[in-house]
């Protein structure tokens, strides 16, 4: 089994000054830095020094989330083995507590690097295959490795989960709503077609498609139908010859092309 003890003295460094910027940032707008530095069992200049540093990170990468966006101030380059890397985050991984994504984040900076962009240079499956070895490398030990998402609360974990499940339940009573109030106030616009517009624009990842090209691409057809009116009550009020016949294939006239093209 590794212990803390077990590992290189320089990951051992880089965890214990991790944690200890995560904690002082944690009581910085509850407490003075003397008060910190008591309950810390730190020196005031350690305090200080830490205090004078950007806040540490507080985000969840789960091994589905969208594309890792996160900015680091200067580019880098690899600084720790893969190995080292797995063996440090597994140290973490299988406290109690479990591990979160802030507290491991510096392991993936020194292992991967950061981009000219200032962007940790890893991608979602990098990640996702760190956390799998994590497991596995746990589970040899006959150990668990847990990776905690950042809004689980440490001190209640399932009021936080129930919370959670609250919350997702009125959200998706709000589009649902959203979605009945749009429908009556466009009578012919079928509610589920809303109801699934409404989402791909309102939570991300329910489209594959960009939000942004989406948005355009609809833009296009609007701008395209704004400009070619077309008065419904008056089809609906044509003899049936005009109508298309019930079962026809529907095809789109030769003078549409451009809006064909759009529909794609």
């Known amino acids: 089994m590794t212990t803390a003890q077990e590992l290189p003295h320089r990951i051992q460094t880089t965890i214990a000054n991790y944690t200890a ?3 002082v940032h944690a009581l910085l707008p509850l407490k003075s830095q003397r008060q910190i530095a008591t309950e ?3 020196s005031r200049r350690k305090v200080a020094e830490h205090a004078a540093r950007p806040r540490p990170l507080d985000l969840d990468m789960s091994a589905t989330s969208d594309a890792i966006d996160i900015y680091h101030p200067m580019t880098s380059e690899p600084t720790m083995k893969r190995s080292d890397a797995l063996t440090a985050i597994c140290a973490l991984a299988v406290r109690p507590v479990g591990v979160r994504y802030y507290e491991y984040e510096h392991i993936l900076l020194a292992c991967f690097g950061a981009t000219a962009e200032g962007k940790l240079n890893m991608s979602e499956e990098e990640h996702r295959q760190i956390r799998s070895d994590v497991k596995r490398k746990a589970r040899a030990s006959g150990q668990e490795a847990v990776f905690v998402p950042a809004w689980i609360d440490a001190n209640d974990p399932r009021a936080s989960q129930q919370a959670m499940l609250n919350a997702a339940q009125r959200v998706f009573e709000a589009i649902e709503h959203a979605a009945l ?3 009556e106030r466009f009578p012919g616009v079928p509610y589920q077609s809303a109801m699934h517009e409404l989402r791909c624009i309102a939570v991300p990842g329910v489209s594959a ?3 942004g090209q989406r948005l355009e691409r609809t833009a296009a057809i609007v701008d395209y139908l704004a400009g070619h009116p077309i008065n419904i009550a008056g ?3 044509r003899p049936s010859t005009a109508r298309v016949p019930e079962g026809a294939p529907l095809q789109v006239a030769h003078d ?3 809006l064909a093209r759009l529909c794609l």
Request: glycine residues 0%.
């Open 21 to 23: 910027l995560c904690a």
């Open 40 to 42: 810390l069992k730190l």
């Open 181 to 183: 109030e749009f429908a």
């Open 209 to 211: 498609e960009p939000l």
């Open 235 to 237: 089809q609906l009020a």
């Open 256 to 258: 549409d092309s451009e």
